[in-house]
């Protein structure tokens, strides 16, 4: 299964992610769950760092991303991290055995 964690602050605001797992549909390489899932994380990664050039933890290894916004630049990324979150919670209504999406206050 794949989880996929934003981080929220007090406030509310969505400061990061952890994605870890695999879908589990096909074998590797050949899921189209995890590629999915992949591409809109690392487009959210990107436009974060990138394009936005927000200040940010960003590192994709093994499997697993994870990116965590400064405080400072959480709020001119927000819609970005709530448009990611958003796309993962329509898929995971899709397929709930295979993507979990949940909030962890940070």
């Known amino acids: 299964m794949i989880l996929a964690r ?3 602050g007090t406030d509310g605001t969505i400061q ?3 994605v870890t797992g695999h879908a589990g549909m096909d074998e590797s390489g050949k899921d189209v769950l995890c590629a999915f899932v992949s591409s ?3 487009m959210t990664a990107n436009t974060i760092t990138e394009v936005i050039a927000a200040r940010a933890e960003a590192r994709a290894e093994d499997g697993e991303m994870y990116v965590r916004v400064s405080e400072e ?3 001119k ?3 970005v991290l709530k448009g990611f979150r958003l796309h993962l919670r329509q898929t995971e209504e899709q397929y709930p055995e ?3 999406v949940i909030d962890t206050e940070v």
């Open 6 to 8: 934003f981080l929220v």
């Open 16 to 18: 990061g992610f952890h």
């Open 40 to 42: 809109a994380a690392y």
């Open 73 to 75: 630049d959480a709020v």
């Open 77 to 79: 990324c927000s819609d």
């Open 98 to 100: 295979c993507l979990k």
